[in-house]
């Protein structure tokens, strides 16, 4: 019986990538003497009503704990306990924790919920329209997310920073050089604007998005920042010069709006070269060189 080294899912002999996360199979990928962890996460209950505003209703059992960014909370039941800390066993860990998460975009402090005397009720959501996805990750499987995409996630899930490794990715891709790293066993939860389309990769295949649409992607996933196909359509297609450039195998989560999309169309006069995307001769005259590299995201 093998299993993938990445997820722990149980694969056919005849397997050449895992079903579940993409990870490749065969005599380079030693599959045979992996044994899935022993732990899991005790199952998550929750619900998710609405449409573009959605909010997320999780029901703990007693002693279940979870965690969220801080501010994302909407209400919680009286028996509920919550508590701020940073994550860490050592001073240096806590410290270190907080870095890496100002880093990735969020606070230096998570919310810590937790049921007492009896099941309680929490609910969380997003800043700004959008929707909620959730990753059920099993020991040992990860999801790499955009630095703001985080909204809460069971105890069990490890956050860390993941670092692009391409330096033609970090520089021009929007989302920098800095992505959320999540590792389960567990739930994780994930906000990002408008609807969301899930797109899953064979092994090789590549899919060019807006860099600033781009939601979570499986690690298995190459993630780099490439060139459109010429200058014309880079001037006047009005779609930015550099597109992210993802290839499987993998699944990759988009979002159809974007924060700074959002922004600028609710508050046009804020934004003093909120036009310039749309006219990138312009941007080249007035010498704001950013609008004309970056997409309208």
């Known amino acids: 019986m093998a299993f993938c080294i990445n997820c722990g899912t149980q694969l056919a002999d005849s397997s050449k990538f895992c079903v579940n996360c993409g990870q490749p199979i065969g005599s380079n990928a030693p599959t045979a003497a992996y044994a899935p962890p022993s732990t899991a996460a005790p199952p998550l209950k929750y619900e998710i009503e609405g449409h573009n505003l959605q909010i997320a209703r999780v029901h703990l059992d007693p002693g279940q704990e979870i965690y969220a960014e801080a501010g994302k909370m909407v209400y919680k039941a ?56 959730v990753f059920e990750l099993t020991p040992g499987q990860t999801v790499m997310v955009q630095r703001d995409g985080f909204l809460f996630a069971q105890s069990t899930v490890t956050l860390d920073i993941a670092l692009v490794r391409r330096l033609g990715a970090g520089l021009l891709g929007g989302e920098g050089f800095i992505l959320q790293k999540l590792t389960g066993p567990g739930a994780v939860f994930v906000h990002a604007g408008g609807d969301h389309v899930e797109i899953t990769l064979a092994p090789g295949e590549t899919l060019q998005v807006q860099t600033g649409h781009l939601v979570a992607f499986d690690p298995t996933v190459n993630y780099d920042i490439q060139m459109v196909g010429n200058i014309r359509t880079a001037i006047f297609g009005h779609e930015g010069i550099f597109l992210a450039t993802l290839t499987g195998p993998g699944r990759v989560l988009l979002q159809s709006m974007t924060l700074e999309r959002l922004r600028r169309e609710l508050s046009p006069l804020g934004h003093e070269h909120s036009g310039q995307e749309k006219n990138p001769l312009g941007a080249l005259a007035s010498g704001s060189f950013g609008s004309f590299f970056s997409s309208d995201d």
Request: hydrophobic residues 40%.
């Open 78 to 133: 009286a028996n509920v306990d919550w508590q701020t800390r940073m994550t860490g066993q050592s001073l240096g860990e806590k410290i270190m924790g907080a870095i890496k998460r100002k880093l990735m975009g969020e606070s230096l402090f998570f919310t810590f919920f937790r049921a007492t005397g009896g099941p309680g009720e929490v609910g969380f959501a997003g800043h700004y329209p959008g929707q909620i996805r």
